[in-house]
């Protein structure tokens, strides 16, 4: 019998090192995130292995997991516990060792593996960890798995046999870069800044962006993880602003930056500006859309407008679809419709066959951009973005918002939006052109200004985010009008920041 997992314990004491800790609050609605040492220790790391192999049997997939560990200094420690675990669950074990998340998806098809447990806290600070687990390639855990995987852990409902085998993949990523890099090379000779933040896109990302034609300035792309600098994280002004240097001072095409486990990439113009990823999204589409015809995408409910909007996707006949926010909903939408890709603002994109097989991986966004531009002779990557229509675009803001209230808050601000466009009764002085409500509600009027309140996935917060085509001050006019809306709730706590 293997003991039930408590959700504390206290350091350097026998319990500590005899019994298994896995606090419960880890178990995320797509993945499981912990501060390693204070919310997981390795027996409670062995025991997720033994529950992720017992709901993969449950689930009636055949018990074959691919793991791998990002650059932490102790990720390598965790893996190992957690194969403990699989193994005693009777799993067959491929391990390929140091890599990208992305990597651990490609190993899935490229070892006929049918599910991944990937040890990873992506772009977290150094102290946490996780995993990133799937049982049907490409798509990761959602919400229904992970509840039962919690289930099963806490309350020790383990099914352990025999049969358990472990296999070392020696030098998996020379397959992934091969797999890769099997295109035919750029025509137009860019410099591009590849920044890592020292995590594990370090190892990878300089030899694959060479290998396609590019001649790469590394930054940060010694493996370091006590991460000196700056946490590896695109969305993070520090390693934003380092880019933007480094871009401006060897006067380079675009600066690519890769989050922890690299499965993101954040893009800096040969201007020095960040362009934020939805709208980086706009302008792939357009690429792609102009090469194959009828593309349909799937884009996040966070997204900018101009995914409906943009006169030349609407030329091109491109067909979009919101979807939930969260990188494990993006990946099954986008697989579900058979979408050319899928564009989530935090920087996931998911791209089908020709480009990839719909798993988010931060290297085929920046291949993508990279033949984006070369299918764009004598314009740079300013150019593309400045012939993107104007948009006044709101900062993500999270007012708090308790666990146990906020899901019953957005259903009520839901049902407030659903009946003033039954009644025809006006937003910030418009009509509502168009709701949508899979994922909190987005509520669009007539000059396709918008805005957006839902419930954040992993945090006691709302997320409201508004953009207005028209001008600053009608962005200004949606906060307000959402703004009256949600402090009709007084759960609703301060803002973050605001605009």
């Known amino acids: 019998m293997f003991p039930k997992p408590k959700p504390a314990l206290v350091p350097n004491t026998y319990a500590y090192e005899s019994e298994p800790m896995v606090k419960a609050t880890g178990f995320r609605e797509y993945d499981a995130r912990w501060l390693f040492g204070k919310e997981i220790n390795l027996m409670g790391i062995q025991a997720l292995g033994m529950g992720l192999g017992a709901l993969i049997a449950e689930l009636g997939v055949k018990q074959e997991v691919v793991t791998g560990h990002d650059f932490r200094g102790y990720s390598a420690s965790i893996k190992y516990a957690l194969i403990s675990g699989l193994l005693a669950s009777g799993c067959k074990v491929h391990d390929i060792g140091l890599c990208m998340t992305p990597m651990a998806y490609f190993a899935q098809f490229d070892l006929d593996v049918p599910c991944v447990a990937m040890v990873t806290a992506s772009h977290n600070d150094n102290g946490w960890t996780g995993v990133k687990m799937g049982a049907n390639r490409p798509m990761t855990f959602g919400p229904d798995e992970m509840t039962r995987l919690k289930e099963i852990v806490l309350n020790a409902e383990f099914n352990n046999k025999v049969g358990g085998f472990y296999q070392f993949h020696e030098n998996f990523p020379a397959r992934y870069i091969a797999d890769l890099t099997k295109r035919p090379k750029l025509k137009r000779k860019l410099k591009v800044v590849v920044a890592c933040g020292n995590g594990t896109a370090g190892a990878f990302a300089p030899q694959v962006m060479q290998a396609i034609g590019c001649e790469v300035v590394p930054l940060d792309t010694e493996l370091d993880h006590t991460f000196p600098k700056y946490n590896p994280n695109p969305e993070d002004m520090e390693m934003l602003h380092a880019i933007r240097d480094a871009v401006l001072a060897h006067k380079a095409d675009v600066g690519l930056g890769f989050d922890g486990d690299g499965d993101r990439c954040g893009v800096v113009d040969n201007?020095?500006?960040?362009?934020?990823?939805?709208?980086?999204?706009?302008?792939?589409?357009?690429?792609?859309?102009?090469?194959?015809?009828?593309?349909?995408?799937?884009?996040?409910?966070?997204?900018?407008?101009?995914?409906?909007?943009?006169?030349?996707?609407?030329?091109?006949?491109?067909?979009?679809?919101?979807?939930?926010?969260?990188?494990?909903?993006?990946?099954?939408?986008?697989?579900?419709?058979?979408?050319?890709?899928?564009?989530?603002?935090?920087?996931?994109?998911?791209?089908?066959?020709?480009?990839?097989?719909?798993?988010?991986?931060?290297?085929?966004?920046?291949?993508?951009?990279?033949?984006?531009?070369?299918?764009?002779?004598?314009?740079?990557?300013?150019?593309?973005?400045?012939?993107?229509?104007?948009?006044?675009?709101?900062?993500?803001?999270?007012?708090?918002?308790?666990?146990?209230?906020?899901?019953?808050?957005?259903?009520?601000?839901?049902?407030?939006?659903?009946?003033?466009?039954?009644?025809?009764?006006?937003?910030?002085?418009?009509?509502?052109?168009?709701?949508?409500?899979?994922?909190?509600?987005?509520?669009?009027?007539?000059?396709?200004?918008?805005?957006?309140?839902?419930?954040?996935?992993?945090?006691?917060?709302?997320?409201?985010?508004?953009?207005?085509?028209?001008?600053?001050?009608?962005?200004?006019?949606?906060?307000?009008?959402?703004?009256?809306?949600?402090?009709?709730?007084?759960?609703?706590?301060?803002?973050?920041?605001?605009?």
């Open 271 to 499: 201007s020095g500006e960040e362009i934020f990823a939805d709208k980086v999204g706009v302008m792939l589409a357009r690429d792609m859309s102009a090469v194959i015809a009828n593309a349909e995408f799937v884009v996040d409910v966070k997204s900018t407008g101009l995914f409906v909007t943009d006169p030349v996707l609407q030329k091109q006949g491109a067909k979009v679809t919101y979807w939930k926010t969260g990188h494990s909903y993006m990946k099954r939408r986008t697989n579900e419709l058979g979408a050319l890709a899928g564009f989530e603002k935090s920087g996931h994109f998911f791209f089908n066959a020709p480009l990839g097989r719909g798993y988010d991986d931060g290297l085929i966004s920046a291949i993508a951009i990279c033949e984006m531009l070369d299918r764009a002779p004598g314009k740079s990557m300013a150019d593309l973005k400045d012939a993107l229509p104007k948009t006044w675009s709101s900062p993500t803001m999270s007012p708090h918002c308790a666990d146990e209230t906020k899901y019953g808050v957005v259903d009520a601000v839901v049902k407030h939006f659903e009946a003033m466009q039954k009644q025809g009764e006006k937003v910030a002085g418009q009509k509502i052109r168009d709701l949508v409500t899979v994922n909190g509600v987005r509520v669009t009027v007539e000059d396709g200004s918008w805005g957006l309140v839902r419930a954040s996935s992993n945090k006691p917060e709302l997320v409201v985010v508004v953009e207005s085509p028209v001008s600053e001050q009608r962005m200004h006019d949606l906060f307000e009008a959402m703004n009256v809306v949600l402090r009709t709730h007084p759960e609703v706590g301060a803002y973050n920041q605001t605009i």
